[in-house]
């Protein structure tokens, strides 16, 4: 007699051997297709003031989630879809300048 | 015909293998898995010294020092990142090997996990050693033995010239598509890694065509092909990697196999998972593994020249665990004792004797009697007395006397020992039937 274990519906996912082994993903950078700002919560928003900025790149090249955007070289903007406002841009913006603030989510309604 | 005989005739059989560059070395255990190690030569060496096995560390990075070998040393601040730098290195795309003992692998545990589960074949020596308390230093399976389900496969080395033919094969083994997983190689704390033994070292050569390039699978450095590793599993996707991981591991029985198959045909050593010495008319049999084994086998000697029909079975690997080759060759047995160098407090018995005798369960009507003697903790000498002891009472055994004892260390002060069904509280079935057996 074979199994009596109950089909599980595969749903479109994968079966096991016909995944990479080991948790690898073939698919790199996935992550950049999902959206994950919403991770804020009711956390904190880093705002940026172009007109302070002096494009030293530091928050470029410290942000974990690689959100901020240049545009030849320079930095304009700031992609709030993975910013999950760990804060760090903000920190590494040098005192001097401080074009970088955090604003609390809840002031955004 | 000798095992020297054999492997001569083997050779001769076999003119393409390279004898020329084959020398007999005297070597240390750790000196043995050095040289291996320089001969195969892995990308990255991640480590961190413990006794018993910092020479092997030692050597390679000497080897490094004086152009030996290309490989590149991470010295790390511990075993944690030791094991860690070495799934990054795995991760990769590079050849990984590694050397560690007893707390040091316990301080690996957790990214042990991490290397099997991401199905990376990185190579690792342990030099058994008690874990501690008390803090000891000496031989025994302890450390091994509570990594068994950690999802690397092991194995249990019974010489010098063992411990340097399986980090050999490991490599072939662990890094086989069919498998990807990575490979420990256990040898006995100073019994192997700090005694010298006259080996048979393989040419430079020779090992180098035998293991072949590595071509990781996946590689974090291939911007050709661009993969994430270690990410997060979702309920939905946890199980399927586990079961990808059995199938890695139940195909590394036959790729075990056919390595060791393999590497008899090159260099006349052949490995299988078991090692059955005078099994095949034995009445009775101890199963053992690592450097004990060679005692027993030496007591069986002595034994079957006053003609007792005696064997030993040594297990090479316990993960896979050879429960097949096990069952084949204890049927027909009047009674048998598993002989563990290890002990798990609260269980029924040691952990060889619980897969043992799990392993025998579908053939429960005809399998034989079996015990478990627990030797050697710490480094405890085990004498051919102790052996001889063993078969004495397994005959008695064989012969029907239900007052053998079913688990008891041996080489305990204040012999006998209690057992272990002594030990319980009187009321239970198996404490009152050890007492009424007295």
């Known amino acids: 007699m074979s199994s009596l274990a109950p089909d599980v519906p595969a749903n479109g996912l994968p079966i096991w051997d016909e995944l990479p082994p080991g948790g690898v993903s073939e698919d790199a950078g996935s992550t950049s297709r999902r959206t994950m700002g919403f991770w804020r919560g009711g956390g904190q928003r880093p705002l940026i003031d172009l007109n302070l900025c002096v494009q030293c790149l530091h928050c470029w090249v410290s942000c974990p989630d690689a959100c901020f955007i240049l545009e030849d070289g320079q930095v304009t903007c700031i992609n709030y879809d993975h910013c999950k406002g760990c804060g760090i841009c903000a920190n590494e913006c040098p005192p001097m300048v401080n074009a970088i603030v955090l604003v609390e989510e809840r002031r955004f309604g | ?438």
């Open chain 2, 1 to 438: 015909m000798t095992k020297t005989q054999k492997s001569k005739d083997n050779l001769i059989q076999n003119p393409k293998s390279k004898i020329q560059n084959r020398k007999v070395v005297i070597l240390s255990g750790n000196n043995a898995v050095a040289n291996a190690l320089r001969q195969v030569d892995p990308h990255v060496y991640p480590g961190y010294p413990i006794t018993p096995s910092t020479k092997i560390m030692e050597t390679v990075a000497e080897f490094i020092a004086n152009g030996k070998m290309q490989c590149e040393m991470v010295a790390v601040e511990s075993e944690h990142s030791a094991m860690s730098a070495a799934v990054g290195a795995a991760a990769g795309g590079a050849r990984v090997a590694s050397a560690t003992a007893a707390n040091g692998l316990a301080f690996m545990w957790e990214v042990l996990y991490i290397a099997s589960g991401s199905h990376l074949p990185i190579v690792l020596a342990i030099g058994n050693r008690a874990l501690s308390a008390p803090i000891n230093g000496f031989a025994d399976h302890g450390e091994s033995m509570g990594s068994r389900d950690a999802g690397w496969i092991q194995f249990y080395s019974e010489s010098v010239q063992e411990a340097y033919d399986n980090i050999i094969q490991a490599f072939r083994i662990g890094e086989d598509s069919r498998v990807r997983l990575p490979v420990m190689v256990c040898l006995d704390g100073f019994l192997l890694t700090h005694t010298s033994e006259n080996i048979t070292m393989q040419g430079d050569d020779e090992v180098t065509d035998f293991v072949g390039p590595y071509h990781a699978e996946f590689s974090l450095l291939d911007p050709d092909k661009p993969v994430s590793h270690g990410l997060s599993d979702p309920p939905s996707y946890y199980m399927e990697h586990k079961m990808r991981q059995q199938a890695g591991m139940e195909k590394a029985r036959e790729v075990i196999e056919e390595v060791g198959a393999e590497y008899g045909k090159r260099f006349g050593r052949p490995y299988g998972l078991v090692d059955p010495y005078c099994m095949d008319d034995a009445e009775t049999a101890i199963i053992i593994l690592g450097s004990e084994a060679g005692r027993v086998k030496g007591v069986v000697d002595k034994m079957r020249e006053a003609g007792k029909k005696v064997g030993a079975l040594r297990l090479r690997t316990v993960r896979p665990f050879p429960d097949e080759q096990i069952v084949r060759q204890l049927l027909g047995l009047k009674a048998v004792a598993i002989m563990d160098r290890s002990y798990a407090p609260g269980a029924v018995g040691a952990p060889m004797f619980q897969e043992v005798r799990s392993a025998l369960y579908d053939y429960r009507d005809s399998a034989p009697p079996i015990v478990n003697r627990i030797y050697g903790l710490g480094g405890r000498e085990l004498r051919n007395a102790d052996v001889r002891n063993i078969f004495a009472e397994l005959d008695a055994l064989a012969d029907g006397d239900a007052t053998v004892p079913v688990i008891q260390m041996v080489g305990l002060r204040g012999e006998p020992a209690p057992t272990w069904e002594e030990m319980r509280p009187l009321e239970t079935p198996i404490a009152v039937a050890a007492k009424r057996g007295k």
